[in-house]
């Protein structure tokens, strides 16, 4: 094995340590800013998809739900009380929909996990080069 001499300077070598760790840094951050954006974009779509859903299922439930209010209006209830049922249960049921929605989105992750475990090989490498 032979080994090379290095003929930079100690001043030398400590612009280029100081250069490469900069570039590192600069690579990390964009990274990070690129695993964000995966991660967010992911959420986007799925919020966005279930935006479109929701519209479509809108228009058919206000169909039916009219639809339901006449059945219990012609089975006795005057028509009053039947819209209120109606608007009472679905009320309720839209409340947990949205409670069980806002549930996930605080759930899902979008930290760059990677990033950040690479920052932190970053800094114990500093640190031994330093060191």
Known sequence: MTV???????GELFADLAEDTSQLVRQEMRLAGEEIRERTG?????????VAGGVLLHACLLVLLA?????LGDLG?????????VAVVVGLV????VKRATSAIKRADI?????I???KEDQEWL???IG
């Open 42 to 50: 992911r959420v986007g779509r799925d919020i966005a998809l279930a």
């Open 94 to 97: 839209g409340y947990l929909l």
């Open 77 to 85: 209830l005057d028509w009053w009380q039947a819209a209120l049922v």
């Open 117 to 119: 475990q690479h920052l």
């Open 67 to 71: 639809a339901v209010v006449l059945i």
């Open 111 to 115: 930290l760059p996990r990677r990033t």
């Open 4 to 10: 090379q001499s290095d003929d930079r300077s100690l």
């Open 127 to 129: 640190k031994e080069q």
